[in-house]
T-cell receptor
């Protein structure tokens, strides 16, 4: 069974640009969550999607957005990038009714 | 306002001895707790979990203890092995399901 797949693995962007990250969950998992990991703040919850609907949202500015498609694949978008957005962005999926998440390897975003 | 706290940023243990990683939480609505292990540049890997209706869960060398009255949980690794060296994250969830993570404890197991 394939795990959670995130693309790309690494990305370098310039301040002010926008970026889109992609996540394919484990087959059959309909819930997808996104987390940001930075050295100072640990893993912080961005948002969760279930059946194409945002179900829960963390405390991040509106520049961070996401969506989920009918095949459960998800994308997150960050607009008007700032240097502080440099982080490892992690996607995780879980089965319906399950409490445990399986994480992907992440996308390392560097903003210069 | 940190709802999940791991107060020890690092821990060093000798191979073969016990590693004890601690975690405190403030939200009494949390009812499910998990431990994840993470290597640099990789995603967290699930280790073990515990529901709030239990006070102990074991899986091989890993045991998680939950003390609800103290809002405290701990992960015991016995015996510790050099391959256990990683950052360990404690996480909690409530009715909404999303995970709230602590900031992690870096475990170093010396041969």
């Amino acid at each position: 069974k394939a795990g959670v797949t995130q693309t790309p693995r690494y990305l370098i962007k310039t301040r002010g640009q926008q970026v889109t990250l992609s996540c394919s969950p484990i087959s059959g998992h309909r819930s997808v969550s996104w987390y940001q990991q930075t050295p100072g703040q640990g893993l912080q919850f961005l948002f969760e999607y279930f059946s194409e609907t945002q179900r829960n949202k963390g405390n991040f500015p509106g520049r961070f957005s996401g969506r989920q498609f009918s095949n459960s694949r998800s994308e997150m978008n960050v607009s008007t990038l700032e240097l502080g957005d440099s982080a490892l962005y992690l996607c995780a999926s879980r089965p319906t009714g399950g409490r445990g998440y399986t994480f992907g390897s992440g996308t390392r975003l560097t903003v210069v | 306002d940190q709802q999940v706290k791991q107060n020890s940023p690092s821990l060093s243990v000798q191979e073969g001895r016990i590693s004890i990683l601690n975690c405190d939480y403030t939200n009494s609505m949390f009812d499910y707790f998990l431990w994840y292990k993470k290597y640099p540049a990789e995603g967290p890997t699930f280790l073990i979990s515990i529901s709030s209706i239990k006070d102990k869960n074991e899986d091989g060398r890993f045991t998680v203890f939950l003390n609800k009255s103290a809002k405290h949980l701990s992960l015991h690794i016995v015996p510790s092995q050099p391959g256990d060296s990683a950052v360990y994250f404690c996480a909690a969830s409530g009715s909404q399901g999303n995970l709230i993570f602590g900031k992690g404890t870096k475990l170093s197991v010396k041969p």
